[in-house]
């Protein structure tokens, strides 16, 4: 079974620097890969639009499983491993910021060359992949309405990846919870304006046979027999 393995980048700030430094002629690459509670950037899906928020907490478990294993890499490829969780060149830590990692670069070429290029500014951009199951999803809207994905739990970390140039995430999974929360929010208003006009309707009915009181058992009878 494929699994839906989704991407999120992030941009290194002041207050959440991407570095590379070196220490006792050991070299590192560190930041955050994921921070909780930042909304990101507006994401398309499929035309239509949507923010995203991990809260805080969300790694815990991913971090705590025994299969972890985690690579630093360059663009999400296996063929460019800087670092790994399972010899602890790489490490993971969720803190009350977001998910930090520190990265102990192998020296082969490669890795030195992108370790420079970080140094210098020229890379400053890092990703992280994981799985998310659906049930760890809720959706809500912002303020002006946008729809806004809520991240509770990652399932699976894969890996944190040094990025030249970051995307935007377009994933099956997004678009179908997307369009179901969409559904449901739907579904859910249609309800709710034809709860309110048989309410019209019982109370217009109530004024008509000029009754002065009726119980809330009278008032659902009255409901079920009105067909909208």
Do not use: C
Request: overall charge negative; charged content about 35%.
């Amino acid at each position: 079974m494929k699994e839906n393995i989704e991407h999120r980048s992030f941009v290194s700030t002041q207050e959440f620097q991407f570095r590379a430094l070196e220490e006792d002629g050991t070299r590192f690459i560190e930041g955050y890969a994921a921070t909780f509670d930042t909304r990101s950037k507006l994401m398309p899906d499929n035309g239509r639009v949507f923010y995203e928020e991990i809260r805080q907490g969300a790694f815990t478990e991913a971090l705590e499983r025994e299969d972890l294993d985690v690579f630093l890499t360059l663009n999400h490829s296996k063929d460019k491993v800087m670092a790994r969780t399972v010899n602890n060149t790489l490490t993971l830590v969720e803190d009350d910021k977001g998910l930090y990692f520190r990265a102990e670069i192998v020296p082969v070429s490669y890795a030195e060359d992108i370790w420079e290029l970080v140094r210098n500014g020229t890379l400053f951009e890092n990703s992280f992949g994981m799985l998310v199951l659906k049930k760890d999803v809720t959706f809500t809207r912002t303020e002006d309405g946008t729809p806004l994905r809520i991240i509770n739990k990652v399932t699976r970390l894969v890996d944190v990846s040094v990025v030249t140039n970051a995307s935007y995430p377009n994933t099956e999974v997004l678009a179908r919870q997307l369009e179901e929360f969409e559904r449901e929010e739907a579904e859910a208003e249609v309800e709710t304006e034809t709860e309110e006009v048989k309410e019209e309707v019982v109370e217009k009915e109530v004024e008509d046979l000029e009754i002065d009181e009726v119980t809330d058992d009278e008032i659902e009878k009255l409901k079920m027999k009105i067909k909208i």
